[in-house]
């Protein structure tokens, strides 16, 4: 019992810590404030607060989601009261999930207020949605489920982490499914596309209303180190010996996994593989040599860079010529902002492909490299997938 005691204490003092807050007894301030943070107005403003009443400094900083200075990654300065909380406005925002984080006199936190998270490969950041979108918003409607789920890596000599949707109805019914394989950017990990991503959502809204058909969506993690490293693999373990680990352990491993463990068609016409930036990049890698196993492919503000690109069709002749795998091939699709710095390398790869006779889908929208597209072009592209 005073074992149990003991840990609950400490449980209490971490959360007293984790809010920059100290305990009452030990403040003349007295209890602590309470606050709400974020808090998402009407009018699609949001306050961030914290409490941290013998902070000299608190900033609020974001990996580049927020519009305006916070996406050029100037921090912006929160204002403290009378009762020692900080808080600062910005907006108004359009739809979207954004990611944040304080400075607390130099020391990076999350929200303590704010139970919603999403990881990056390298860090953690808490999560805001803003409401207003017709389809990542959480609606009345049938919802499926993203479970994290671990598996065997020969590859890599470990264990590893994706993410899985299943749509409404999976659980409780016996029928089989088409697949699509959705990877993340640089910054990312597993879970991006489920968090600021709302890959769950957009699914679970275009099923509803019909204009996409009901799959699963595997989301891996693309990094083999950081946060996608394989638990329990030796230092030098044999991702060190694999020219390109992720390719080696999502064919070899990952989508043997999905097939074995999940009700998923496994022809051709029932997988599509799509990515973003980095996963862009490496969907083409994955997809290119195995295009018997793909009828579509998506790359989102990604493709070939100039400076690689004789390089990689070299590489890749043998596929780009392959009259027989390319008329299977029922959708190849490009998205990217006009704005967004990989513009070049993206007409740099559509000139590739067509010379080569892919007949390229290009979608360019407004805006540049973030979730806003991102969480776009998967609503373009799902509804048209296994036609």
Request: proline share 8%; aromatic share 8%.
């Amino acid at each position: 019992m005073q074992h149990t005691r003991r840990l609950a204490g400490c449980a209490a003092a971490a959360l007293l810590i984790l809010s920059a807050a100290p305990p009452a007894a030990q403040t003349p301030r007295g209890s602590q404030p309470a606050i709400t943070s974020p808090e998402v107005r009407p009018d699609r403003r949001v306050t961030f607060r914290v409490a941290a009443p013998d902070a000299t400094k608190v900033e609020l900083r974001t990996p580049g989601d927020i519009p305006g200075s916070l996406e050029r990654g100037v921090p912006m300065p929160l204002t403290k009261n009378a009762q020692g909380v900080w808080e600062v406005t910005v907006g108004p925002l359009p739809a979207g999930a954004y990611r944040y984080a304080f400075a607390v006199d130099g020391l990076t936190v999350v929200d303590s207020r704010n139970p919603a998270t999403s990881p990056t490969n390298l860090t953690v950041y808490s999560l805001v949605v803003v409401p207003g979108s017709e389809f990542f918003d959480t609606r009345a409607v049938p919802h499926g489920a993203v479970a994290s789920v671990h598996y065997p890596s020969t590859t890599l000599g470990g264990v590893r982490r994706m993410h899985v949707y299943t749509p409404p109805g999976y659980e409780a019914g016996r029928d089989r499914y088409p697949v699509l394989y959705l990877l993340h950017g640089t910054g990312d990990a597993d879970q991006s596309w489920s968090t600021v991503g709302r890959a769950g959502f957009i699914l679970d809204n275009l099923v509803a209303s019909h204009s996409a058909k009901p799959m699963l969506v595997v989301m891996p993690a693309g990094h083999v180190n950081g946060a996608g490293a394989a638990l329990g693999a030796p230092a030098s373990g044999a991702a060190s010996q694999d020219p390109d680990p992720f390719l080696g352990d999502f064919v070899t491993d990952l989508m043997p996994y999905v097939e074995k463990h999940y009700r998923v068609m496994t022809d051709r016409p029932n997988r599509a593989i799509a990515g973003l930036s980095m996963g862009g990049g490496q969907a083409l890698n994955i997809a290119l040599p195995h295009l018997d196993r793909f009828a579509y492919l998506g790359v989102f503000s990604s493709g070939v860079p100039a400076n690689v690109a004789d390089a990689w069709e070299r590489q890749h002749l043998a596929e780009l010529d392959d009259a027989a795998a390319k008329r299977g091939l029922k959708l190849l699709w490009f998205g990217t902002g006009k704005d967004d710095f990989v513009m070049d390398t993206t007409r740099t790869t559509l000139a590739l492909m067509k010379k080569h006779g892919f007949s390229p889908v290009f979608v360019e929208s407004e805006g540049g490299h973030n979730w806003m597209n991102w969480r776009d072009y998967l609503s373009l592209f799902a509804p048209q997938l296994f036609r």
